[in-house]
């Protein structure tokens, strides 16, 4: 205790305070009610002086010392007993028995205050049981950033003195919870571009009217928006936005053993070499089905630059005749948007249509050259694989109620791929760019 000594005139200003009880020239008792509401506004982030003068009490003439030293003694008192523990033990001679008998009304009044003692101590453990629970329920399996704000919630609810316990509770770090006090502003800046970032990342996801990855999103918002974000920051944001672009299913022919090279129509010369780096020379084509409609279904024929990825011819047709395949040439050959080389040809599979005998022919007079897949083997024709595999996760040929809207969709589609797709194996580039690029290059 501060050895500081009050006066006649201190002590007599001292005893018209309603929250002390008794004053001597040495010490001070205080009301055990007075203790409970220092208890309870020391925990909700009170200073013990903000506390003393709010009732009545001069700091300077009692001196900081003894205020210091009365919080620090009721904390541990309320630490290890709770609120019974703030009882003056002076009062009741620690239990024993009187040297009178007590009065009936003196009996009352002292079991009304052991009444009012403990069922101020059960409504404060009940507040923090409360609390606790919350706590525990909502902070499983949750990211640190997030159990720091369950404790910022629990403090702003009149439990500031219990953050050391909270973050124990929650197994964090104090040091990472005031961090995240402090780093606020920051954290609201990030949120905010996260939030510019995200609008921007949706747009570009459905640029053109169909979905994208997250490489596709990177190239098209690095072109179309001239904005740079890398490829964790997309698929970050992507999730939040819960933006998924289509997913092919398996090709089950992927998991059949390589074939023999026996019974080829003709040779296999490109041999998988499909980046050749010259545009109009190596040729894939070939054939898939469309369902649309009433149970109808329409077939596609195209032909694709192996160098570039454009398409560069399609034929769309009900029937699945020799003239589907053939029809595909003569667009090829009246086509102006690129010019074939001389040596170019033709490579497919070993279908029906490309081993027919008018099939070839009609390549010989056109000056192409041709080349077949081994037989059963996809991977040898993989980039025209490929590309109807993306096209029939963005065309939905069955919601298609007739042929001319499923041929819209389809030239819809193509013209998009060409010009406005950005591929990451072509420089970042669309098919149409990258056809240029080599021409411009040569």
């Known amino acids: 205790m501060s050895k500081k000594h009050f006066n006649q005139n201190e002590r007599e200003r001292l005893t018209l305070n309603p929250h002390v009880l008794r004053v001597s020239e040495k010490s001070i008792t205080y009301a055990d009610e007075f203790k409970r509401l220092f208890i309870d506004q020391y925990m909700s982030g009170q200073t013990p002086r903000e506390i003393f003068e709010a009732h009545g009490f001069d700091v300077e003439m009692l001196g900081m010392k003894r205020v210091e030293q009365c919080a620090d003694r009721w904390k541990k008192a309320y630490e290890k007993e709770g609120i019974t523990g703030l009882a003056d033990s002076r009062k009741e001679a620690a239990l024993r028995s009187s040297k009178r008998p007590l009065s009936s009304e003196e009996i009352i009044a002292k079991q009304e205050a052991k009444i009012k003692l403990l069922e101020a101590q059960l409504a404060y453990v009940k507040k923090l049981d409360k609390n606790e629970r919350r706590l525990l329920a909502n902070g499983q399996n949750l990211h640190k950033s997030d159990c720091f704000e369950l404790i910022q919630n629990a403090v702003e609810h009149g439990l500031a003195r219990m953050t050391r316990y909270f973050c124990q509770l929650l197994g964090v770090s104090r040091s990472g919870y005031y961090n995240y006090l402090k780093s606020s502003d920051k ?256």
């Open 187 to 442: 954290r609201l800046a990030r949120i905010k571009a996260d939030e510019q970032a995200g609008a921007l990342i949706k747009k570009a996801f459905n640029r053109r009217g169909f979905k994208k990855g997250s490489r596709s999103i990177k190239m098209t918002l690095e072109n179309d928006y001239h904005t740079v974000y890398n490829l964790k920051r997309i698929r970050r944001l992507m999730r939040n936005l819960n933006l998924v672009c289509p997913h092919r299913k398996a090709n089950p022919y992927r998991r059949m053993a390589k074939a023999t090279q026996e019974h080829r129509t003709l040779e296999n010369t490109l041999q998988r070499d499909f980046k050749k780096g010259i545009p109009g020379l190596v040729l894939l084509t070939d054939i898939t089905y469309l369902p649309y409609g009433n149970s109808q279904t329409a077939y596609l024929s195209t032909i694709l630059d192996a160098s570039t990825g454009e398409l560069v011819a399609h034929n769309l047709s009900t029937t699945f005749h020799l003239p589907l395949a053939m029809d595909t040439i003569e667009l090829l050959i009246r086509q102006r948007r690129l010019t074939l080389h001389q040596e170019a040809f033709i490579h497919s599979d070993q279908g029906g249509h490309y081993t027919s005998p008018t099939y070839q022919k009609l390549l010989k007079d056109k000056g192409l050259g041709q080349s077949m897949s081994r037989r059963g083997n996809c991977w040898d024709n993989a980039p025209q694989e490929s590309f109807y595999g993306h096209m029939k996760d963005h065309v939905k040929s069955r919601k298609c109620k007739s042929f001319a809207e499923l041929e819209r969709e389809i030239n819809r589609y193509i013209h998009y791929y060409n010009n406005f797709r950005y591929q990451w194996g072509l420089k970042k580039m669309t098919p149409v760019q990258y056809r240029n690029h080599l021409l411009s290059a040569a």
